[in-house]
């Protein structure tokens, strides 16, 4: 009985500690007694958790407050350089690194290109892998010149269904992959909580809590580029599912007996409104003998549609169009389905801008049932490779801020 008192006082100071904190995180600079206000906790209890914070360099005090009548109140604010932690992409081609600041501050980032060759369809050798990204780690810590012991973690985002309680990557639709432990490994190596996400569900993390998605109880975020899919938010809170798939919305089927998808089937949104499929469709339309200054053009690439589409090539145009329409009405089913107060739009594919995402609100609107699109706001957020570290950092940096009955246990250093 002792022990269970004693576990529940510890937990009702971590609970107070981690209510201090996201305080002075979201409303810093801030005062004891506007803590002390609007947590509810008493100005003993406030001063004796700030000052430990301090202590620790968690939080700085800076200039005095306005007076509302006594002494002038000292601020507070989170150090964002109290501690570090990197976030990892692992794309096709390629390992992109970040390391940030516990503002999410990206301070260094590099691209460590893989060399693996594998084709479509035939699984990868992680052994083949792993080691790339450790590396890429290494160097990230190295050319950044931070210390090691100022990190706090380690985040990996990659595409496909993950299992971020277990650190495995359960499928992997570029390599292959079933059941392959990710996290472990790195983890043994820097000694470090390593956290593992989908790549989608890493920028959803990183807008609930440092972006359009701050403070906004249901959004969506929409990722288009290589392939497509959803991270969602409801009720505040952020939603993987029991396997931790929730969001594969690039896998509605809405064409019966459509394009082939590289998951296997026909007709999911991803093979109609993906970048390679406005690629696909533009080297159809060559095959066919449609008109095009396409046609003159290689490597055929999203870029290459996009610069004839703006030099007026109708075909590009219409590709685009097209791509943005099917994008439109997968959102839509999201906006029935979840009614969000917010989408927001990333990945690569945004470069596409109006000639894509012009018909995609169009469709929006015009496929949401009845009302629930007049109050939607729709955010086009471009994005490139650091942003998907980034996004792999605040996995790391929302454990942070969690609540503790929330989150695995996550030290700030000395």
């Known amino acids: 009985m002792a022990h269970l008192r004693k576990g529940n ?10 209510l201090a904190l996201n305080l002075i995180k979201s409303r810093g600079p ?7 206000r609007l947590s509810g906790l008493s100005p003993a ?44 992409k692992l794309m096709e081609q390629a390992v992109i690194s970040a390391l940030t600041d516990l503002d999410a501050q ?24 792993l080691p790339v990204m450790i590396q890429a780690i290494e160097q990230t810590i190295a050319e950044s010149q931070v210390e090691r012991r100022r990190l706090l973690g380690i985040g990996v985002g990659l595409a496909g269904l993950v299992d971020g309680e277990a650190g495995i990557c359960r499928y992997s639709p570029f390599f292959g992959w079933r059941d392959v432990p990710i996290a472990e490994p ?79 089937k026909r007709g999911c949104l991803e093979a109609l409104a993906s970048d390679p499929a406005i690629v696909r469709e533009a080297r159809a339309a060559i095959g066919r003998g449609e008109p095009t200054a396409l046609a003159q053009v290689e490597p055929l690439t999203l870029e290459a549609v996009l610069a004839a589409a703006e030099a007026g090539d109708g075909l590009a145009q219409r590709l685009l169009a097209d791509a943005g329409r099917w994008l ?48 939607l706001k729709i955010v086009v957020e471009p994005s490139g490779d650091e942003t998907w570290a980034r996004g792999a950092a605040c996995v790391v940096l929302g454990e942070l801020f969690k609540p503790p009955v929330q989150r695995e246990s996550l030290k700030v250093p000395a």
């Not at 801030?30 to 002390?36: C, G, K, L, P, V």
């Not at 301070?107 to 479509?120: D, F, G, K, N, Q």
């Not at 909580?193 to 890493?202: I, Q, R, S, W």
């Open 328 to 375: 439109g009405i997968g959102i839509a089913a999201l906006v029935n389905i979840l009614n969000p107060e917010l989408i927001i739009v990333g990945g690569e594919g945004v470069c596409a801008g109006e000639w894509r995402f012009g018909p995609m609100r169009e469709a929006v609107r015009a496929y949401a049932f009845n009302s629930l699109a007049d109050r």
């Open 186 to 264: 790195i983890a043994a190596h820097f000694g470090l909580p390593v956290y593992l996400e989908n790549d989608v569900n890493t920028l959803t993390i990183a807008e609930q809590w440092f972006g359009y998605g701050h403070g906004v109880d249901h959004f969506v975020v929409v990722t288009v580029g290589r392939g497509v899919g959803a991270g969602i938010v409801a009720n505040g809170q952020f939603y993987r599912g029991t396997l931790g798939g929730a969001g594969e919305v690039g896998h509605i089927t809405l064409q019966q007996g459509g394009p082939l998808c590289d998951c296997g």
């Open 9 to 18: 006082r510890d937990l009702i100071k971590e609970i107070n500690r981690n």
């Open 30 to 36: 801030i005062s004891r007694t506007e803590i002390a």
């Open 45 to 88: 209890t406030v001063s004796g958790i700030t000052a430990e914070f301090i202590a620790s360099g968690l939080v700085h005090e800076m200039a005095e407050g306005e007076s509302t009548g006594g002494r002038r109140p000292v601020l507070l604010r989170l150090n964002h350089r109290a501690g570090f932690v990197v976030g990892i």
């Open 106 to 129: 990206v301070l260094h980032h590099r691209i460590t290109p893989l060399t693996t060759v594998h084709s479509a369809g035939q699984p990868v050798n992680p052994e083949a892998i």
